[in-house]
């Protein structure tokens, strides 16, 4: 059972344009991280988010927490090339010890 | 610091052999993952190990056994390797809370 579904799941985008996906549960957690992974390399964290209805901006990136806590997204401003990866989310619940990820959407900026 | 660093980098293996995979972390985090990760897969946990002396088994746990050496290293092993098992294998650590810090990787090809 995938506990984390993300959309879409291939999202292919020309620079500058704007863009959103999105992480989705019917659980809820106490806090979401969001990880991006460029070819060849691991997953590096970008943010965390842990109250509902929280906003966390880095950058041109802006995460959003869902109110109850089971949804999260993630929204670019003017893509560039250099946000090309594979955007991961991954859900934590109290004392399980682990997180759940997502399958990921993988992003593509063309120039 | 060098963060979470992964030995070997690259591995072919032939059906029914057996290696290990090492993981060593100096970020003095307790909890420490692997990961395999497939094409449109996403990430799958294997084992984890939430502090030294402790593991517990993941989501794809068969065909793997697990060391927690010491508060720093973890390692994965492969006592009889199969095709199915060709993956890319990463590992990963984490302190307080669910926010994971990964390794560049392990390349594996099972022939």
């Known amino acids: 059972t995938q506990l984390l579904e993300q959309s879409p799941q291939f999202l292919s985008i020309q620079e500058g344009e704007n863009l959103t996906v999105y992480c989705n549960s019917s659980s809820v957690f106490s806090s979401l991280q969001w990880y991006r992974q460029e070819p060849g390399e691991g997953p590096v964290l970008l943010v965390t988010?842990?109250?509902?209805?929280e906003v966390k901006k880095l950058k041109r990136l802006t995460f959003q927490f869902g109110d109850a806590r089971k949804d999260s997204s993630l929204h670019i401003t003017a893509a560039q090339p250099g946000d090309t990866g594979l955007y991961l989310c991954a859900g934590a619940r109290t004392n399980a010890g682990k997180s759940t990820f997502g399958d990921g959407t993988t992003l593509t900026v063309k120039p | 610091n060098a963060g979470v660093t992964q030995t070997p980098k690259f591995q072919v293996l032939k059906t029914g052999q057996s290696m290990t995979l090492q993981c060593a972390q100096d970020?003095?985090?307790?909890?420490m993952y692997w990961y395999r990760q497939d094409p449109g897969m996403g990430l799958r946990l294997i084992y984890y190990s939430a502090s030294e002396g402790t593991t517990d088994k993941g989501e794809v746990p068969n065909g793997y056994n697990v060391s927690r050496l010491n508060k720093r290293e973890f390692s994965l092993r492969l006592e009889s390797a199969a095709p199915s098992q060709t993956s890319v294998y990463f590992c990963?650590?984490?302190?307080?809370?669910?926010?994971?810090?990964f390794g560049p990787g392990t390349r594996l090809t099972v022939t």
């Open positions: 970020m003095n985090h307790n909890s």
């Open positions: 988010v842990v109250t509902g209805g």
């Open positions: 990963a650590s984490s302190g307080v809370g669910y926010e994971q810090y």
